[in-house]
């Protein structure tokens, strides 16, 4: 059994870690932190935990603390885990940062997009991107892992089979793709407001959203040649969920395109290739580490359209968090992350 500890818990990504691990057979969750509820059990302010973390309460980020820890979780807004990670490390604690602070691996451009100095970049070389389907033999050796973005995990996925087998043209591709509004984080903001959010549907950073420069990193990497990518993301009135309609023109060799997705999965336990002709819903993945996949050449045409659903909050965050973890320590991949998705 090892011990960890969560560094923002009472946010959406924070408590959805809780919610997971309760389930986990070999984690016993330690510490973890709020300085707005320092104090506060955690079964008073999230009911649905009574039972599962009774005597655990928020307290006050403390290095000393977490550093006597296996692991630590950061579930905190950008800029957090590169105050502490460092001397986590130094103590042995092996960190997961589901920020961005470790994403990018250059810190003049992380500084562009995060509007903030980098705060760790001696940290940067031994980072691990988080995403086991691309990268599960380094995770396993890690000891400090940038868990990916939601939007980021749902484009990878699903381009990734295509530009591996270099199958279409990467200087075109197109990500669009909306998210549910827990995606802006669990803060009070007036685009989060209920009146605001439903019954309606926009597109927001068109013209440059954060995670453009780290889907582009991902998918350079599964590529020979730079790789145009044009994304924007939408707010969906929905509470969880990530849709990603992605867009390709294919060379003249591509084959069986739904051959070729199966094959690169077959193996991986969080990807479901869905059959021919299939729409994933979000909903099929509500509350579950999946991402569903279904690829479609309309009327046998020269694009590719890949169809790519997740939960933001599980596979898009905590359960991939989770998955990270899991391949650090040396257990079942899939231990805590095996319940189902919620449907309806
Ligand atoms: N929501 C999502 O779908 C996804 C989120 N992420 C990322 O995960 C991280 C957490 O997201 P989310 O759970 O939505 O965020 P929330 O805004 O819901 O929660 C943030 C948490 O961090 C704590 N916190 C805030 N500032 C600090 C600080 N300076 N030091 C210590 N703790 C702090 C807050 O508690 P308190 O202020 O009381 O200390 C709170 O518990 C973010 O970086 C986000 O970008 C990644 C993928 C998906
Ligand atoms: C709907 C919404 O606002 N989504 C957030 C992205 C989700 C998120 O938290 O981003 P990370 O995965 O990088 O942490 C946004 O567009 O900024």
Avoid at 68 to 84: C, K, N, R, S
Avoid at 118 to 133: D, I, K, M, N, R
Avoid at 290 to 301: D, F, I, N, Q, Y
């Amino acid at each position: 059994m090892i011990k960890v500890g969560i560094v923002g818990g009472t946010g959406y990504t924070g408590v959805e870690l809780l919610r997971l691990l309760a389930q986990h057979p070999d984690v016993s969750v330690e510490t973890i932190t709020s300085r707005s509820e320092a104090g506060v059990k955690v079964c008073d302010m999230y009911p649905n935990l009574r039972g599962h973390y009774d005597r655990l309460a928020f307290s006050e980020p403390d290095a000393r603390a977490l550093g006597a820890l296996d692991a630590v979780f950061f579930a905190t807004p950008h800029g957090v885990a590169h105050a502490l990670a460092g001397e986590l490390l130094d103590n042995g604690t092996r960190v997961i940062d589901l920020s961005a602070d470790f994403r990018l691996r250059d810190a003049t451009e992380w500084s562009r997009w995060y509007d903030q100095a980098h705060g760790a970049p001696a940290l940067l070389g031994e980072a691990v991107y988080g995403l086991p389907e691309m990268h599960r033999e380094k995770i396993k050796n890690a000891r400090l892992i940038a868990v990916p973005g939601c939007y980021p995990t749902a484009v990878q996925l699903g381009f990734l089979p295509l530009l591996e087998a270099g199958l279409v043209d990467a200087s075109q591709l197109i990500a669009d793709c909306k998210s549910g509004v827990t995606g802006a984080g669990r803060g009070a903001k007036v685009p989060s407001l209920l009146a605001e959010a439903s019954e309606s549907f926009k597109a927001y950073g068109a013209s440059g959203h954060r995670h453009l420069p780290e889907i582009r990193q991902g998918l350079n990497d599964m590529h020979d040649t730079p790789v145009g990518l044009t994304f924007v993301p939408h707010l969906a009135p929905m509470i969880r969920g990530i849709h990603a309609t992605l867009y390709a023109r294919l060379d003249a060799k591509a084959g069986d395109l739904q051959a070729l997705f199966e094959n690169r999965y077959a193996n991986e336990p969080f990807v479901d290739v869905m059959p021919a002709g299939s729409h994933p819903e979000t909903r099929s993945v509500k509350g579950n580490n999946t991402c569903r996949l279904a690829v479609h050449r309309p009327e046998g045409s020269d694009t590719v359209v890949v169809l790519s659903v997740i939960d933001n909050l599980v596979k898009g965050a905590s359960g991939q968090a989770i998955q990270n973890l899991n391949l650090m320590f040396g257990f079942d991949e899939k231990a805590g992350l095996n319940a189902p998705a919620l449907m309806p």
